[in-house]
């Protein structure tokens, strides 16, 4: 008995499902075109699997989100960055001695060849970092030549360390630069968080002293942006690595897609709303008015996900982190009683309701890179560093799957019929 019918016409294709571990169940439709002629239409894939993966569950109805089956409250509470990051590329928890020899290995590579220096003061100084961090990341290929092939495991491990080390070095670096102070060079004597805040905050002239807080809460952050499957950045990650380019080439693509203020650059998006309600004398209600206007292009920032119907669980808990960290800061942030108002107003709004509108994990994660002194425009780089780990785990997973394919998505075509060529004199 076949799992599905499709009737088209006379014609008939049975089709098979395939069930997950959990969650959704999938129908291939592989011979849909050479049986029945025909393609199928899903704006945006907000129905269609390219693949399976074992990397990352998420229940969009229930609100549920597992690192290889570990829940996200879990290891945003009691693991680490580079323990996670471990675990999302070889899908177990590292033993004690796997994690020193990982945590060493990303230690020895936070070096950058001190000629990339060029790269970063070839960009103005009022670039946006998204574009530098997408294009030094790709020029890592070129500076570190010597393991691209993707289809060696070696060579990817050490390509992979390289990013994950060299990742907050290029970040730090182009932020001295648009701020025209002096680069700090990594301190290996630092866990991964706290080295970042040194070579981002600290200058030449004066001791630094990071703030456990901060770094506490830089870390559980970098957790809880660490992979979400197969979002808009991931699958760019996938579909560029589909065509076996090399790792650095792949994950600058995701970086670009991450850029997006649909995608991670709502975290910057959201900051600007909220100081724009601010500024506008802080009337949420005009806000939330505006979002529901079809006429009108704004959006509720922050707001809604493809995947979740429910609250994102990294909301949940970015949102009680920014109460602790701004208190624990001494940071009295107007912003986050606007945000927390507007919440309120939306989540009784029968529009938000209605289409289960909920804050995203962009919402409040702003007000906390803000508090940890980061510039706005850093906040959607901060995204990509914590989701770095994911994006090399979803691009080792494709690599590594036999019944991987190049993607070649087909199309309908909607253009003109043909027609002949017209000489320029006789148009
Ligand atoms: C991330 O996919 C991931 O996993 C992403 C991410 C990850 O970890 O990688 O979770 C990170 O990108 C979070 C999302 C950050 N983006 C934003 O906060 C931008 C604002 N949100 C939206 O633009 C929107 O909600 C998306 C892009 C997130 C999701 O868009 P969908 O799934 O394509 O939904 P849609 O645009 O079809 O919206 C459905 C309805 C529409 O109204 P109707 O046509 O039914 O009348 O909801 C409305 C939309 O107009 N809607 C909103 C809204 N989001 C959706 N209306 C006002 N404000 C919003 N924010």
């Known amino acids: 008995m076949p799992d599905a019918v499709l009737r088209y016409g006379e014609q008939e294709l049975e089709l ?6 959990e969650g959704d169940t999938g129908v291939d439709i592989g011979k849909l075109r050479s049986e029945l002629g025909l393609v199928t239409i899903d704006r945006g894939f907000a129905n269609t699997a390219e693949g399976l993966s074992a990397v990352t569950y998420i229940n969009g109805e229930e609100g549920i989100l597992r690192y290889r089956g570990y ?6 509470e009691k693991s680490d960055f580079l323990e996670v990051a471990y675990l999302l590329q070889y899908g177990e928890l590292p033993t004690k001695t796997e994690y020193e020899e990982y945590e060493d290995a990303i230690t020895r590579h936070t070096l950058l060849r001190e000629d990339m220096k060029y790269l970063f003061e070839a960009f103005p100084h009022n670039a946006h970092p998204m574009q530098i961090l997408a294009s030094a990341t790709s020029a890592l290929a070129t500076y570190y030549p010597d ?16 990013l ?14 648009s701020v025209h102070q002096p680069y700090v060079y990594p301190d290996n004597s630092l866990d ?6 040194k070579m981002m905050f600290s200058v030449p002239a004066e001791e630094y002293v990071v703030d456990p807080v901060v770094a506490n809460a830089l870390t559980m952050l970098l957790i809880l942006h660490a992979d979400h499957g197969q979002n808009c950045s991931s699958s760019a990650v996938r579909l560029v690595g589909s065509g076996h380019a090399n790792i650095f080439s792949s994950i ?8 997006g203020p649909l995608h991670g650059g709502a975290n910057q998006a959201v900051l ?9 004398g802080g009337d949420t209600s005009q806000f939330v008015k505006r979002a529901k206007d079809k006429n009108d292009p704004f959006r509720l920032m922050g707001f809604g996900h493809r995947v979740y119907k429910n609250f994102d669980p990294r909301a949940r ?8 960290v701004l208190d624990a800061l001494g940071v009295d942030d107007p912003l986050l009683e606007v945000a927390m108002e507007l919440e309120q107003v939306a989540l009784n709004d029968d529009y938000f309701v209605e289409r289960r509108l909920y804050p995203n994990v962009d919402f409040y994660s702003g007000i906390i890179y803000r508090a940890m002194g980061f510039p706005t425009d850093m906040f959607t780089v901060l995204f990509a560093m914590g989701r770095l780990p994911g994006w090399i785990s979803q691009w080792r997973e494709l690599s590594a799957d036999p019944q991987a394919k190049i993607f070649r998505p087909r199309q309908l075509y909607v253009g003109p019929e043909t027609r002949d060529y017209v000489p320029i004199d006789e148009r």
Do not use: C
């Open 16 to 21: 098979t499902s395939h069930s997950g571990t």
């Open 71 to 76: 829940p996200i409250e879990q290891l945003a």
């Open 147 to 162: 393991a691209l092939d993707p289809l060696d495991e070696e060579a990817v491990d050490l390509s992979a360390r390289r």
């Open 164 to 177: 994950i080390a060299k990742t907050p070095t290029m970040m730090a670096w182009s932020y001295k630069y």
């Open 192 to 197: 991964y968080s706290s080295n970042f805040l």
């Open 252 to 259: 600058s693509a995701g970086i670009h897609a991450l850029s």
């Open 272 to 280: 600007e709303m909220l100081d724009m309600i601010v500024s506008e």
């Open 317 to 324: 808990i970015i949102k009680k982190a920014a109460e602790e």
